[in-house]
DNA sequence: AAGTCCCTCAACCGCCCAAGG
DNA sequence: GCCTTGGGCGGTTGAGGGACT
């Protein structure tokens, strides 16, 4: 027996949001919360399958996302983090406040694997590339790459650009060693010494050094636990309770404020007459830093 | 200027897992 | 312990736009 479908494929719309269904899915979140997805295109009118708002909300309406390319130190911790977790995305995102596992994911995809590639690293197992051609491996990556990308693989102690951060550097505070260094006779760190770095600082994966002062680093950025509102009937979202006063600044002016200014509408548009007045204060807030930025 | 190629990323799909009954 | 259900995750796709010819 097949499993219900998770909605009605029926008159459900598919493909890229319009601001107004995006105006109506944020207007029904900041109102109601998030909870049960399925109910969500219903109750807030659209004809859209509950997954596809959940995926909208987190991936891209949500104000505490990070928007933009990821910092160096972001990207490094991303490397850092795949050696350690592999292709479990939505673990690593969670070590990147702001980014999805989606965007990660993407990033992944499209830039750091090609760097790691010109690097000489495979991005699968983070081993040199010239160390896995004498071994066979069924997951071949370097013979698929394109030929140039292949010689650099052979020749990766010289393509190592300054700039490209290293898979090394979670033993680089540990050791002296510098990414120079450790690109050549050691050839970036192996994936077993990235691990080792990784697990000594324990299962307690939130103890991590490098993840803590990387994180340290970040301005405040709203858990994603604000968004996972525990909505009881009589609780207002917490996000706008006007004792909430935590890091809105940030969200609003870094995450809040894109949205208004990137989407085709204004913030009367958004029908948000029924939230109360210290929620529209919020957006008196964004308003004005949306003027800033100009 | 037009056509083609390539890249990026938002969105979808299908599977898995945990929670609840 | 089994079944159902909803949410989450990772892989993949395809539209859009920029680069290149």
Redesign the pocket.
Known sequence: ?G??P?CDKLGV?????TAEEDKKLISFILTNGQ?????VPKLAGLR?????C???W???LRPDLKRG?LSDAEEQLVIDLHAHLG?????I??RLPGRT???I???W???IK?KLLKMGINPVTHEPLNKEETKPTSDDQSSTLPESDQKNGQQQVQVVPQSTTQVTTSEEQSSSCSPTENSSSSTATTTTEVVVVLDAVGGGEDDDPLLSSLLENHAPMADAAQW?LPLSDNQPPLIFDENHDLSMPTLLDDNFGWLFNCQDFGIQDFGFDCLNDPEMHIFDTVDSGNDHNK
């Open positions: 027996m499993r219900q998770c719309k598919k493909g890229p949001w909870c049960c997805w399925r109910a859209r399958c509950g997954k596809s959940r995926l909208r987190t991936n891209y390319l292709n479990r995305w939505s673990k995102a969670s596992d989606n965007e994911k993407n990033h995809n499209t830039h090609k996972d």
